[in-house]
């Protein structure tokens, strides 16, 4: 019998359920966290239940999280950051979520990204005096839980390496975080041998990080961390999601494990290193279902891909998504209102366990035994190939006629800046905002309104006017030099350019964790990529008419739509992206066309979609500064481009973030200090940059002085002729009264340094 197992399961509950429960423990209405236990026990017992029914060989347990799963590892590992002073073994759920959110004596542990998914983890803080010496016992809890309802059990864990290789060292500089490693591995087998105890028999470990470039020093590290996983009487299989580990294939031969699982999803170019070098008495677990994708499974091309595996492993090839289920919404079931024919192309959570059930079946039984399930997939993967919804002859055409010049502005920019200034007339040290203002309760309830039919279009759009008009009387009455219409009708910088381009489609209930309570629905872009008419013009010009100051236009940029979008896979992701690119140019010609002088694209994702891999990320950068330039180069040179990113660490990437030659690159930089500037000007960074001059994740209003100390920093890295003044970024999650305050020490602060430079 062929072995189908996954990663993890999506935590956070078809409907939400544990965002619901967990906001509910944060508002006080929960004070014994009983709603809360109830609600993580219930959503556990049904996911194991799910995975049980689709013949899965034992239910995935340690995936589940109150918040985060990299904190309770180190929650149950007793290795808290030490500024809490909170003991691990004692630890109270208050004190978990303190940890992930923060308290009035302490700000929450860091956030990043994990790995190049979407989902934030917390980053582990340690020192020298990190002990590791146990904690919390609701991993344990969790596998009686699951036995206790009858089942198999596999723990999966995240591995010792890639714990701290996410860790934040904050031990003396003659040190480092591999330094740990004896006392994390300690940890571990403490944990393995009470696991093996319980009654488990395998444990997945997570390693990641062996998808990476990993120093040798952490190469080196790789023997003694397998001896440490080896527990008598406990499987190990390691898991290596996200990329490929092909690398590393002989060196973990030599070692003793039972078993690895590989990310074919991702790195199928990886299958033959392994078939050479993975012993055939060990479990070769492969992952051949999309974990991070929504796409149904080409299950006969996956049934060719094993089948060489399948020969040789027999009983110990195993069958599983490529990663963790976490990075999909849980089930189809409840999207009624997709378009059928798109909906028969997807497959969430739930659905995927189907899948990996088929392909056991297959191969066990035989094709034939399954040949009707076999064939509604492939008609439903030759559908989507062939679907006249995915392909549209004009925009293929249109790609085609991509020429180099479309990505190139007429002059350099030192000579677009003066025929800008001409046009402009701006001020030295421009003031400007980043997009939206605050989103109040009544815009909410207006955009809720519309969209449940309750407001008529024409009602709609006057009330958005309202908002518009509204927003720019106080940019006025600040003295801002550049407005902004404030974005009153986006609910979401990408949903709201997706719902109106082709080739985009929407949930009701698909929603992906992102961290802790917080979730995104991230659109679905199935085919070509078409604006069929204007999207912000009509907005934009209105925002202009009400005012003689310039106003900024406001788009989200191609790399960005792409990056929080479900893709399709059925193209490389640099077409999809010119696609974008098109569209968006497209929408900036019109706004020129308009009248609007400066364009903002938005591209805060532009970092993130970075591969994990040095060696790919020059194509990367090639195709995403491509796709930007398709975008925003159409212009004449006195129309004034401007990008944002919010996300730090520009310095490994300069010179693609110079290539992309915008006039205007405005960035998040407050909370370094302006440290992060200095990247840029080391870089001889060559157009103007507007340095975030105040942090807008926090509800505090800077002084006057603390942004001008800010901005005679920046001045010190770049010539002030280059420099503009604004916040970090959009404001839309902040309150009026905090927002006003806040751009009027602002303005201020620009305006005393103008008079004094
Ligand atoms: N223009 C957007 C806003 O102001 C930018 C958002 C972002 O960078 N994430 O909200
Ligand atoms: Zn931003």
Not at 261 to 287: E, F, I, T, Y
Request: charged letters at 25%.
């Amino acid at each position: 019998m062929t072995t189908t197992h996954i990663l993890g399961f999506p935590r956070i509950g078809a409907h939400r359920e544990l965002k619901h429960a967990l906001e509910s423990f944060w508002r006080g209405e929960d004070p014994d966290a009983t709603r809360l236990q109830d609600t993580g026990r219930s959503l556990r017992a049904r996911h194991w239940q799910a995975q049980r029914e689709a013949g899965l060989a034992f239910v995935t347990v340690g995936d589940f999280a109150w918040y985060d799963h990299i904190l309770t590892l180190c929650a149950t590992l007793g290795a808290l950051p030490r500024r809490f002073g909170f003991d691990a073994r004692a630890l109270t759920l208050t004190q978990y979520f303190a940890l992930a959110r923060g308290n009035a004596d302490h700000p929450a542990m860091d956030m990043t990204k994990w790995f190049d998914t979407n989902y934030h983890h917390l980053v582990p803080e340690f020192d020298e005096h990190t002990r590791f010496d146990g904690g919390v016992t609701w991993l344990l809890d969790e596998v009686d839980e699951a036995h206790a309802l009858g089942h198999a059990v596999k723990v999966a864990l995240p591995g010792p390496l890639t714990l701290l290789w996410l860790a934040r060292w904050d031990g003396g500089a003659t040190t480092d975080r591999l330094d740990l490693l004896p006392r994390v591995l300690a940890a571990y087998q403490r944990l393995l041998t009470a696991l093996q105890r319980r009654g488990v028999a395998w444990v997945q470990v997570d390693e990641p990080v062996l998808c990476l470039d990993l120093p040798e020093a952490w190469r080196a590290a790789l023997p003694a961390s397998c001896a440490a996983l080896q527990v008598e009487g406990l499987k190990t299989l390691l898991a290596l999601p996200f990329g490929s580990a092909a690398e590393h294939a002989e060196a973990l031969a030599a070692l003793p494990l039972d078993g690895v699982h590989l990310d074919l999803v991702r790195a199928p170019q990886q299958l033959p290193a392994w078939l050479a070098a993975w012993p055939r008495d060990r479990v070769l677990s492969l992952g051949v279902v999309d974990g991070r994708n929504i796409w149904r499974t080409d299950l006969r091309r996956v049934l060719t891909l094993v089948r060489e595996a399948h020969a040789a492993w027999g009983e110990r090839l195993w069958l599983a998504p490529s990663c963790s289920l976490l990075h999909v919404p849980v089930s189809l079931a409840p999207e009624t209102r997709l378009d059928p024919e798109l909906r028969s192309w997807l497959a969430f959570a739930t659905e995927k366990l189907d899948e990996l059930h088929l392909l056991a079946r297959a191969l066990d039984e035989g094709a034939p035994a399954v040949a009707e399930a076999l064939a509604q997939a492939e008609a439903a993967v030759a559908g989507r190939r062939a679907s006249p919804r995915v392909t549209h002859r004009a925009v293929q055409r249109r790609l085609a006629q991509v020429t180099v010049d479309m990505a190139q502005r007429g002059r350099a920019f030192a000579e677009r800046a003066v025929l800008q200034q001409q046009a402009l007339g701006l001020p030295p040290l421009p003031t400007t905002t980043i997009g939206s203002f605050p989103q109040t309760a009544a815009i909410r309830q207006t955009r809720a309104a519309h969209r449940r039919g309750e407001l008529s279009a024409m009602a709609y759009l006057h009330r958005i006017r309202d908002e518009i008009r509204l927003a720019v009387r106080e940019q006025e009455a600040l003295g801002l030099d550049v407005l902004v219409h404030g974005e009153a009708e986006r609910n979401d910088m990408v949903e709201y350019f997706g719902e109106q381009l082709f080739g985009f489609a929407f949930t009701d209930h698909g929603w992906v964790q992102s961290y802790g309570s917080r979730c995104v629905k991230p659109p679905i872009l199935y085919g070509d990529v078409l604006r069929p008419e204007p999207i912000t013009v009509e907005t934009t010009r209105y925002a202009q008419s009400l005012t003689e100051r310039p106003m900024k236009g406001m788009l989200t940029g191609p790399v960005t739509l792409l990056q929080w979008s479900f893709v399709r896979d059925d193209q490389p992701r640099e077409h999809t992206a010119l696609q974008l690119a098109l569209a968006v140019r497209d929408e900036v010609l019109d706004l020129e066309r308009a009248g609007i002088r400066l364009i903002q694209i938005d591209e805060p994702a532009f970092r993130e979609g970075l591969p994990l891999r040095r060696s790919d990320w020059a194509h990367y950068l090639d195709w995403a500064v491509r796709a930007f330039k398709v975008a925003s180069c159409g212009v004449r040179d006195e129309t004034q481009i401007h990008t944002h990113m919010c996300y730090s660490e520009f310095n490994d990437i300069l010179p693609a973030i110079a290539a992309l030659d915008a006039d205007v690159i405005t960035i998040e930089t407050a909370r370094s200090a302006m440290a992060l500037l200095d990247g840029f000007g080391a870089f001889a960074y060559p157009n103007a940059i507007g340095p975030g001059v105040y942090d807008i994740h926090s509800p505090r209003v800077p002084s006057v002085t603390a942004m001008t100390t800010l901005l005679v920093r920046a001045a010190s890295v770049i010539p002030s002729d280059r420099l503009w003044v604004n916040p970090d970024c959009g404001l839309k999650t902040r309150g009026w009264p905090e927002t006003r305050a806040a751009l009027a020490n602002m303005v201020a602060a620009a305006r005393a340094l103008r008079a004094r430079w």
